[in-house]
């Protein structure tokens, strides 16, 4: 469920012709901030100018799961050697790795007739991967930040004991937090030699 502001919920439920861009936050493993946007304009939201001339963005159409799966976004960008990613051509940037464990998020904004920003709506948020990259045309496949609650628990692994112990029988817990340990149950299969 998305959290609107009342202004922009009575203009979704009222307008018939809506005007809206997507707004894109490219966040480098460094912390360093890029703003793109789609529309014909410069955008400012939130304390931040989103740039419509620095690169061409073009986005497939986002599909939110109700399960524990990987949401993914395919985002293409299309470029020239002038559309620089700090101090290289962002191509050659994407070769040397400055993409990697980057994160882009997606937000629509919408404008009502006067160009006025009325609200944003926060899309999509995820871990860039560089699916291919040449040419005029970078492609990024960008996956959900929850991708690791697809993993299987690793089998034949031994844990470190948590704040318990067993005595008698009977299982004693201890009223100390322990943030360095995991509690996981652990059932030897008949292969494993203990």
Same mark, same amino acid.
């Given at each position: ?27 480098? =493993?460094?912390?360093?901030?890029? =703003? @793109? ?7 400012? @939201? ?31 960008? =299309? ?11 962002? !191509?050659? $940037? $994407? ?14 904004? !919408? !404008? ?12 999509? $948020? ?31 692994? !031994? ?26 149950? @652990? ?8």
């Amino acid at each position: 469920m998305k959290t609107v502001s009342d202004e922009l919920s009575t203009y979704l439920n009222t307008k018939k012709a809506l005007s809206s861009c997507d707004l894109y936050v490219l966040t480098l =493993y460094d912390g360093t901030a890029y =703003y @793109y946007t789609d529309a014909d304009h410069d955008v400012t @939201y939130g304390g931040h100018t989103y740039a419509h001339n620095a690169l061409l963005l073009k986005r497939q159409q986002t599909k939110i799961n109700n399960v524990i799966s990987v949401d993914t976004m395919t985002v293409s960008i =299309y470029a020239t050697k002038d559309d620089k990613l700090g101090d290289k051509p962002i !191509f050659l $940037a $994407a070769h040397d790795g400055a993409l990697d464990r980057a994160t882009l998020s997606l937000s629509r904004a !919408f !404008f009502d007739e006067d160009d006025t920003l009325i609200g944003v709506i926060d899309l999509f $948020a995820g871990i860039t991967e560089v699916k291919s990259c040449g040419g005029l045309q970078m492609q990024l496949t960008v996956k959900s930040k929850v991708q690791g609650l697809s993993q299987e628990f690793p089998r034949r692994r !031994f844990y470190p004991q948590g704040t318990y112990s067993t005595s008698g029988g009977k299982v004693s817990s201890s009223t100390e937090e322990d943030s360095a340990s995991v509690i996981a149950p @652990y059932v030897p299969l008949k292969e494993v030699l203990l």
